[in-house]
C-alpha cells in the first residue's frame, strides 16, 4: 500500500493571472499534469493498481486548478459518475477553473459538487464557510449537486496543527460543520487521511459527518481516522484512470442517491 502524502510544493501554474499568494498551494492544487492526472511528485514509483480495472463500482473524481480545462465526455465515457471540484480555499481564494470545471461536469451528466480547503490558520470557520457558500459550495436537493465537501490535512511550511489545540481543531471543525448544516439544511463532507487526522484531532468524529479517506492503494481501507467506523468516499489514486484524483462511492446507488438527495441523509459510518 503506498501511503497518503500531503503535497504542497508551489502555486498552481496559473499563466492568465498572478498567482494569490495568501492562499498558497493546497494538496489539490500540486504538480499534476496530464487529463489523466500524472503526479510529478511520484515520478518513477510505480502506479496504484485502480479498484477500476478489477470489480463494478461507483466510480467519481476530484478536480482543481491543476488539471484546468478537462474534456468531461472523455471523464464520462471512462466511467466517472460524479466529481467535486475545488471552490474555494481559506477565506480568499476562489479556484479561476471552478465555473468551467463545475459547469463542463454537470454538461456531460456527472453529478458535481465544490469543495473548500480549510486553513484553520487563516480567519475563523463562520467566515470560510460563508466564502465558500458564496462561491459554489451550496447544495440543492435537486439531485445532481453533491453536498459541499471540505478537506482538512497538513498544510505545507506551517505547523501540521495549524497552531492550534487538538480541542481548538475539534472546535475549528465542528463549528465549520455547524454553519454549513444551518446554512444549507445538512452537515458538509469531510475529507482527510488517517494519520493526519489521528494525530491532530484524535479520537474524535463530528455527529452525522460523511467521511471522504484518502488512502492510494488497490484494496479497500480498513483502519479509519477517529471513530468512523465506515466512510462514504475512498480515494484511492492520485494517477488515474481519471482527471485529479480518482475515488470510489462506498455504497449502493441508492445509497448514492439518497446521499445526494436527501437533506436528512444520515452519516454511514458515525
Same mark, same amino acid.
Given at each position: ?22 492562499? #498558497? @498551494? ?5 504538480? /499534476? &499534469? =496530464?487529463?489523466?492526472? $500524472?503526479?510529478?511528485? !511520484?515520478? *518513477? ?58 459547469? #463542463? @461536469? ?5 453529478? /458535481? &459538487? =465544490?469543495?473548500?480547503? $480549510?486553513?484553520?490558520? !487563516?480567519? *475563523? ?146
Amino acid at each position: 500500500m503506498r501511503p497518503y502524502r500531503a503535497r504542497h510544493l508551489a502555486p498552481p501554474p496559473t499563466p492568465d493571472s498572478t498567482p494569490d499568494t495568501s492562499s #498558497g @498551494a493546497s494538496r489539490r492544487s500540486v504538480l /499534476r &499534469g =496530464g487529463v489523466l492526472g $500524472a503526479a510529478a511528485l !511520484s515520478t *518513477g514509483a510505480a502506479a496504484v493498481a485502480t479498484p477500476a480495472a478489477n470489480a463494478a463500482g461507483l466510480y467519481g473524481q476530484d478536480v482543481s486548478g491543476w488539471q484546468g480545462e478537462i474534456d468531461w465526455s472523455a471523464q464520462a465515457d471512462l466511467g466517472s459518475r460524479f466529481a467535486y471540484v475545488k471552490a474555494t480555499e481559506g477565506r480568499s481564494y476562489r479556484s479561476p477553473a471552478f465555473n468551467q470545471q463545475y459547469r #463542463g @461536469a454537470g454538461n456531460a451528466g456527472l453529478v /458535481r &459538487g =465544490g469543495y473548500h480547503f $480549510a486553513r484553520p490558520d !487563516s480567519g *475563523g470557520p463562520e467566515e470560510q464557510v460563508d466564502f465558500f457558500l458564496n462561491n459554489g459550495g451550496g447544495w440543492s436537493d435537486d439531485g445532481i449537486t453533491l453536498p459541499g465537501m471540505v478537506d482538512f490535512e497538513a498544510y505545507s511550511g506551517l505547523p501540521r496543527d495549524y497552531g492550534l489545540s487538538q480541542q481548538e481543531m475539534r472546535n475549528w471543525i465542528m463549528a465549520f460543520s455547524t454553519r454549513y448544516r444551518d446554512s444549507v439544511g445538512r452537515r458538509p463532507v469531510l475529507y482527510t487521511n488517517l494519520h493526519w487526522w489521528n494525530d491532530v484531532v484524535g479520537d474524535w468524529t463530528p455527529v452525522n459527518s460523511p467521511l471522504f479517506l484518502a488512502s492510494y492503494s488497490s484494496s479497500a481501507p480498513t483502519t479509519l481516522p477517529g471513530r468512523w467506523w465506515a466512510y462514504e468516499m475512498w480515494q484511492y489514486s492520485d494517477s488515474g484512470p481519471f482527471a485529479g484524483d480518482s475515488n470510489l462511492w462506498h455504497g449502493s446507488e441508492a445509497q448514492f442517491e439518497s446521499f445526494v438527495s436527501d437533506g436528512d441523509y444520515h452519516a454511514i459510518g458515525i
